[in-house]
């Protein structure tokens, strides 16, 4: 028999999510378990990011990708919302402050936001534009949040002790 404890932890999770009600349960999940944060930003920011996209998707993201960048992601927006995101994307700094919680902001006040974030979904219409892929529809907003927490929540690995 082999102990899970001896195994290495994989560097990324698999996810797929088909609600934003599973990425809220993953989240607190996440919330109550020992993690191990792979890559660059906190579970309190990654967390943080995805609530933020949400309701930038009412309210406005405060930036815009380079055009080309845009042109592309315009063309083949449908394979993304559909397959998954690709990671490594950087957010221009001059939107960081407001798309990135700080390092130290909790996981526990992240979901709490989380929470808020997929509640106002589902009573106002997502149908801002989005920094690469455009202009969404409500329906396409939805796919993109889906997406988009499957990238960063892949880097959320739960350890076991």
Known sequence: MISVTNMPLPTRRRLRFNSLDEI???ARLLASAEIKAHGNWTP???IGHVARAMNG?????????PMPLRIIGRVIRNVPLNRGLPGGFKIPESAKAKAVPEP?????????????????TGRETMNQVHPV?????????????????????????PTQT
Request: aromatic share 14%.
């Open 24 to 26: 809220l349960a993953d």
């Open 44 to 46: 309190g920011q990654i």
């Open 57 to 65: 998707s009412i309210d406005g993201i405060p930036f815009r990708a």
């Open 104 to 120: 130290d902001f909790s996981i526990e006040e992240a979901v709490d936001q989380l929470a808020q974030a997929i509640e106002r």
């Open 133 to 157: 892929f455009g202009r969404l529809s409500h329906a396409q907003w939805y796919l993109f949040h889906c997406r988009h927490a499957e990238n960063h929540f892949s880097y959320l690995v």
